[in-house]
C-alpha cells in the first residue's frame, strides 16, 4: 500500500489523541473526518495517475479538502 500524505495524524501531530476522542464521541466531526480521508484518498490516486482525472476537478477537490481541514482544525482548538 502506498503512503497517502496529508493524512489527519500527520496535519495535527499534537492532536493524535483529540482526533480519536472526538472520533468516539462527536458524530459531526467523525463524518467531517470521514469526509476528508475520501477527499485525501482521491486526490492521492488523481496524483498517482491511479485515477487520472482533470485539473478542475483536481483543484476542486483540493479546495473541499483544505475545507474540510479548516474545519477539522476549529473543532480541534
Known sequence: MSH???ELAEEFPDKVQKMHELN???AHFRKLAE???AVNRDIHRAETNV???DQFTEEKMRKERLSLK???AV???
Request: charged share 20%.
Open 4 to 6: 497517502t500524505p496529508h
Open 24 to 26: 468516539g464521541s462527536d
Open 35 to 37: 469526509r476528508y480521508h
Open 51 to 53: 485515477e487520472p482525472t
Open 70 to 72: 479548516d474545519q477539522i
Open 75 to 77: 473543532m480541534l482548538a
